[in-house]
């Protein structure tokens, strides 16, 4: 559930960027060598390869549950090995790194600027650094970018012997490759933000020479019951445990209905609340539906320009809801007075209401109006794709035939050949 709500407040911020009219390019790497996966695969049996694949499907399988838009790219760390190479090759010709037993070393106190992100002193970088203690770095501080290969280990061929890549320099390496020398927002969770951040931004600006991120995102820690969640605390709730007790949108609401630099606490309460509050949308919407049908939407309503300056200030997504939610309240009132004269506001706060509720992703106009005439149209939609697959497959043409099979299934479609002919069923 932490990790879900950072993807989360990307997906939103990738929405509403998308609804100011911005071209946006997101990029969600998966790290899929590093020493959590490694020792994790050990405990368990299994290659690192295996466990880093297995966490990617369920991953990918619990953000569509959420409703998350897929991100442009996703790179995998261990597909970018080269690249990671040739940056810590510049590292080193700049006299940024060192070379110990066939590791490479970051060498921090070249970076004047180190600690600029979290703005911690020199004595508590010193503190942080103790973490891991290795006598043969130059400065406590220092970290490595390459580790040379142990024994059972994942290695890769490196101008330094076999080896592996350091977790920081895999983010370098890819953002740079995908993004280009500078990202616009950079975001993460907050137990990000030292060291590993800082490192990222050591590594590139002391390679570019230019400014690493614009903007970063540090989204603060989920609770549960006033307690930090963490495994370590064995305090923790999975995202596909949360959806199987409550929809989608509730998940949502509640997951932003703190700004995402504020903590937010799990507990059965704020998710009651979450769903009284989408009970009360939902219904709100379902009345107005009927005003809508024949009034031309407006270009702006007080409470979108309301929505937009909440989310103009940082993203604040609470603030955001609090003018969707006055405006419920606001409609729920005159609809109560059954007044005719008020037929066309009631249509421009349906227009209004709709569009940012989907920004946010919190009410979805194609699974909730589910009148015959849509229903009846997907459904012949659907029979014409599998007639049509059914055509490939007649001329032996798998290729079409499989892709019309996997691109409904990320549809929320199965379908199922059996030898009465092909059949479908909607999956959640
Ligand atoms: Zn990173």
Redesign the pocket.
């Known amino acids: 559930m932490g990790n879900a709500r950072t993807a989360l407040v990307t997906d939103i911020i990738r929405r509403y960027l998308v609804y100011k009219g911005y071209n946006v390019k997101l990029v969600q790497?998966l790290?899929d060598i590093d020493d959590k996966i490694i020792n994790r695969a050990a405990e368990l049996g299994v290659s690192a390869k295996q466990l880093a694949h297995q966490n990617g499907e369920a991953f990918f399988e619990d953000s569509q549950r959420l409703g998350i838009q897929p991100a442009d790219v996703h790179p995998k760390a261990t597909e970018h090995i080269p690249e990671m190479i040739d940056l810590i090759q510049i590292l080193l010709d700049k006299g940024a790194a060192y070379v110990i037993d066939g590791s490479v070393y970051y060498r921090v106190n070249q970076f004047a600027e180190y600690g600029k992100l979290s703005n911690r002193k020199p004595e508590d970088l010193l503190a942080g650094a103790r973490v891991e203690i290795d006598e043969r770095k130059e400065d406590p501080r220092d970290f490595d970018m390459w580790k040379a290969v142990k024994p059972g280990e994942p290695s890769w061929e490196s101008p330094w012997g076999r080896g592996r890549p350091g977790?920081?320099i895999?983010?370098?390496a890819m953002?740079m490759k995908h993004l280009g020398e500078t990202i616009d927002i950079h975001a993460?969770g907050e137990d990000?933000q030292f060291p590993?951040?800082e490192n990222?931004i050591a590594q590139s600006e002391l390679a570019t020479g230019t400014p690493f991120a614009r903007y970063w995102m540090h989204v603060a820690f989920l609770k549960i019951d006033g307690k930090r969640m963490g495994k370590s605390e064995h305090n923790f709730i999975l995202l596909r445990d949360a959806l199987d007790n409550y929809p989608t949108e509730v998940i949502r609401h509640f997951l932003i209905s703190a700004h995402y630099r504020h903590p937010l606490d799990y507990n059965r309460e704020s998710l009651t609340k979450s769903e009284g509050a989408l009970r009360r949308l939902n219904n709100c919407l379902d009345a107005l539906k009927n005003y809508y049908e024949d009034i031309e939407p407006s270009e702006t309503t007080a409470m979108k320009s309301q929505f937009t300056l909440a989310m103009d200030t940082d993203f604040n997504t609470a603030q955001a809801l609090g003018a969707i939610f006055t405006l419920v309240g606001e409609v729920n009132k005159s609809l109560s007075t059954l007044d005719e004269a008020a037929a066309p506001v009631l249509a421009q706060a349906y227009q209004a209401l709709t569009e940012t509720c989907q920004v946010l992703g919190i009410y979805n106009t194609d699974t909730q109006i589910d009148d015959g005439d849509n229903v009846q149209q997907r459904d012949q939609m659907i029979n014409l794709l599998l007639e049509i697959r059914q055509d490939a497959r007649n001329r032996k043409d798998w290729e079409t035939s499989d892709k019309i099979r996997d691109r409904l299934k990320e549809l929320n479609i199965e379908i199922k050949d059996t030898r009465e002919g092909t059949t479908w069923k909607i999956i959640s």
């Open positions: 790497n790290t977790w920081h895999e983010c370098s953002a993460g990000l590993h951040h990222e």
